[in-house]
């Protein structure tokens, strides 16, 4: 569904403003639905894998003397089910189930954007739809991206997760190229703007509330990182 709307709505929005705009102003739940549920093949494919891994480095983590928290561990299956999320709607195909079995589906759109704020001509012209699509949701992905790589690794400093963020959306558009997506110098823009919002949420909260903060991380008996 996201992927038929923006393949219509991209190049209208650049060339008039008589744009037929897409519901999810009307129905945003639907929106947020559909998204949800075109995660879920990824998100479930995912969380074996996770459970290994982390078991994994849990072992290890006994063997080095290292200590984590229940806290902490919530947190980093959310950090990274967050991301295999955000990589389901950016740079994997699409999952669909149906009685054939499991189809994959490319998006088949790509283009190349290198100007500036072209973004503020999109959410001119397409309204609400764009400035949810195009402007706040740009800037949000990243913010837990920044937040979460910040407030669980130990010694992290405030800029890890801005540069975190901000490469993380370098890969994302380079990628993009390569699987009929676009790249886009305002994605790259708002996506960073979004890590430092991530990273002053993480100051905030380190000022404010320092005990939290140090259940959602390790501690150590000898010396060592995660």
Not at 39 to 67: D, N
Not at 142 to 155: E, G, N, T
Not at 189 to 202: K, P, R
Request: net charge positive.
């Amino acid at each position: 569904p996201i992927t038929e709307t923006v393949i219509v709505s991209m190049p209208a929005l650049l060339k008039r403003s008589t744009t037929v705009r897409p519901s999810i102003s009307s129905k945003p739940s639907a929106k947020c639905t559909n998204i949800f549920l075109s995660m879920l093949p990824y998100l479930a494919m995912a969380v074996p894998l996770i459970a290994l891994v982390r078991s994994m480095i849990l072992r290890q983590f006994g063997i080095r003397g290292i200590h984590t928290t229940v806290v902490r561990e919530v947190l980093v299956w959310i950090f990274i089910l967050y991301i295999v999320g955000i990589a389901s709607q950016t740079i994997l195909p699409e999952v669909a189930l149906s009685s054939e079995g499991i189809s994959l589906s490319g998006y088949g759109y790509r283009s190349v954007n290198f100007e500036l704020f072209r973004i503020l001509r999109l959410v001119k012209f397409g309204g609400d739809y764009a400035l949810i699509r195009y402007f706040l949701c740009n800037i949000l992905m990243m913010a837990p991206i920044s937040f979460f790589s910040d407030l669980l690794y130990h010694k992290a400093k405030w800029y890890r997760g801005i540069l975190i963020g901000f490469c993380s959306s370098v890969f994302i558009e380079w990628i993009q190229l390569f699987v009929g997506r676009c790249f886009d110098v305002d994605d790259m823009m708002m996506n960073t703007f979004g890590a430092v919002i991530g990273a002053l949420l993480y100051l905030l909260i380190a000022h404010a509330f320092p005990a939290a903060v140090k259940k959602c991380r390790v501690s150590y008996e000898i010396r060592g990182e995660e």
